[in-house]
């Protein structure tokens, strides 16, 4: 479990260090997990940063596309990832380590791609 949490985190970091660097500049970066117009509703603040977890092929085989997800997550996105599919594990680290999960990266580059403004 521990394995599956540290790859979760790294990602995390990593989507997020990337997406603050082309933020507005600022010394901390509000970020919201759930829905960002309520939040702003609730408390008046906007967030740049709009955070989703998704489970192992979530957005590419099943459930709403990717497209549809970064529409929610504001202009930077964090986007977390999890080796669970429909509640079991989908896939270890070990195969990923080992090109398995090659195919899902793929796709969800290619949506990061389409998503990112020019």
């Known amino acids: 479990m521990r ?4 790859l979760i985190f790294a990602l ?4 997020a260090l990337s997406g603050a660097a082309e933020a507005k500049q600022r010394s ?14 609730l408390t008046g603040q906007q ?13 590419h085989s099943w459930g709403s596309p ?8 504001g202009e930077v ?3 977390g990832l999890g080796t669970e599919l429909r509640g079991k594990e ?10 398995a999960g090659d195919a899902y990266f793929v796709a969800l ?5 389409t998503a990112a403004p020019a």
Do not use: C, Y
């Not at 580059?109 to 791609?113: E, F, I, P, R």
């Open 3 to 6: 394995k599956k949490w540290g």
């Open 12 to 15: 995390l970091a990593l989507l």
């Open 28 to 41: 901390v970066l509000l970020g919201v997990f759930g829905d960002r117009d309520r939040f702003e509703a």
């Open 47 to 59: 967030s740049l940063v709009g955070h989703s977890i998704v489970g192992w092929t979530q957005g």
């Open 66 to 73: 990717f497209v549809k997800l970064f529409e929610t997550m």
């Open 77 to 79: 996105p964090m986007l």
């Open 90 to 99: 989908g896939i270890t680290p070990l195969q990923i380590a080992r090109g």
């Open 109 to 113: 580059n290619q949506a990061l791609a």
